[in-house]
């Protein structure tokens, strides 16, 4: 039996979704960021913001690559290529055998 708090009226949702923002670079390397990942993430937001006020219709439907100091560049989404995903690798990660 479900537990009491979940109970609703049907179109009612007392769940509140819980979110937390995980770099997943960081989570990965298993270090806190540097002064350098901090400098690309403060350059890629305010670009993102300024390119989203002066030329939207440029950068909606894109992602922005960071290419070095100065240079990011926007993507189409569309001429990201999609790549498989490899489960060997997964399974490899996080030890374990695929059946």
């Given at each position: ?12 949702y007392r769940l ?84």
């Amino acid at each position: 039996m479900p537990s009491p708090q979940f109970h609703t009226r049907p179109g009612e949702y007392r769940l509140t979704p819980a979110t937390k923002a995980t770099i997943l670079g960081h989570t990965l390397r298993g270090a806190p960021p540097t002064p350098e990942d901090k400098t690309i993430g403060q350059d890629m937001a305010y670009e993102a913001i300024r390119r989203l006020v002066k030329e939207p219709e440029r950068v909606v439907g894109c992602m922005l690559a960071y290419r070095g100091p100065g240079a990011i560049e926007a993507i189409p989404l569309h001429a990201v290529a999609p790549k498989q995903f490899d489960w060997e690798i997964f399974a490899r990660m996080h030890g374990s055998e695929l059946s």
